[in-house]
């Protein structure tokens, strides 16, 4: 799974991180179109190096192998859970830790798009009634 596709599911349905993203005029086309373009201009995700270890777990427990871009978001996104003190994990989250990963992809994409993806942070938090931290 790269970070984009992380990106492209959180538009796929109605959630909180869904809205976000449309009130910035984000939509699944733009997002298409946007990460085309970055991606044409030379940002790369690197590979995650999985060893044996790890591909044998990922084998066993039905997960699929990662970038390290997307590692990232994912490691963000409970790291956000953790430090706003909720209880659960939802696609608001998701799409805070996806923002957490200043050089990748996606924050690219949606910064090549017009996104202030700053603003679209605080949209996110102040949505799940959380101030700016």
């Known amino acids: 799974m790269e970070i984009p596709h992380i990106l ?22 733009s997002v298409e179109a946007a990460v085309l373009r970055v ?18 777990l990922c084998a066993q ?9 997307a590692v990232k978001a994912w490691c963000g996104a409970i790291d956000e859970v953790q430090r706003l003190g909720h209880n659960v ?3 608001g989250h998701a799409l805070l830790g996806l923002l957490l990963v200043t050089d990748g992809i996606a924050v690219a994409a ?3 798009a017009g996104v202030d993806t700053d603003s679209l942070r605080d949209n996110v938090l102040a949505e799940m009634g959380q101030a700016h931290k």
Do not use: F, K
Not at 10 to 22: E, I, K, T, W
């Open 39 to 56: 991606v044409v201009a030379g940002v790369r995700e690197e590979r995650h190096e999985i060893d044996l270890n790890l591909a044998s």
């Open 110 to 112: 949606l910064r090549s």
């Open 61 to 69: 427990s039905g997960s699929v192998p990662s970038s390290r871009q």
């Open 89 to 91: 994990a939802h696609w």
């Open 8 to 29: 492209l599911a959180l538009l796929a349905g109605p959630n909180l991180a869904r809205r976000a993203l449309v009130s910035h005029g984000v939509t699944r086309e």
